[in-house]
């Protein structure tokens, strides 16, 4: 399974201590340079450690545009690190997509991408049995990653999720 990524997702979990969600799920996500290099700059040491030990040991594997066309389109209303991922997604034909930002899934979902983000990650987690409860990790995205979740959406996970 081809799964590409922006920044958000992978340097939310990493924040939390979380990656080995992504790694249990996906064998490998290819990120884009616009991703690379905003997850090279993550104020949270730890979570930047957590990132390269992840792009050494090579299951994040940063991959080249070769039609950088698509994300200069994309700019126009994504941040470029959302429109790299896109147009990787799309250039390689990817399975999935890694995002969270609204504007940016909208984009990816009419252009005709799966998308997922952290609190898919976090219901598949627990669904397979890797976590037994969301709602610690959602509390964690919060208060550590500053990550929103707005109430409605919460609930509906944790409703999926049996708690």
Known sequence: MLVASNTSPISNLAIIGRLD???????????PGAVEAELSQLADPAAQTAVRKCLKDGW?????????????LLEAALDQGEAEAIALALE????????DERDGRRAAERAGLSVTGVLGVLLQARQSGHIEK??????????????????????????????
Do not use: C, M
Request: charge should be positive; glycine fraction near 2%.
């Open 21 to 31: 969600l992504l790694r249990t799920q996906f064998r490998e996500i290819w990120i």
């Open 60 to 72: 994040i594997k940063p991959r080249v545009l070769r039609d950088h066309t698509v994300a200069r």
């Open 134 to 163: 969301v709602k610690p990790d959602i509390e964690a995205l919060r208060s550590r990653a500053n990550f929103f979740v707005p109430a409605r959406l919460e609930e509906s996970v944790l409703r999926a999720a049996g708690e």
């Open 92 to 99: 390689y034909s990817a399975d999935i997509v890694l995002l």
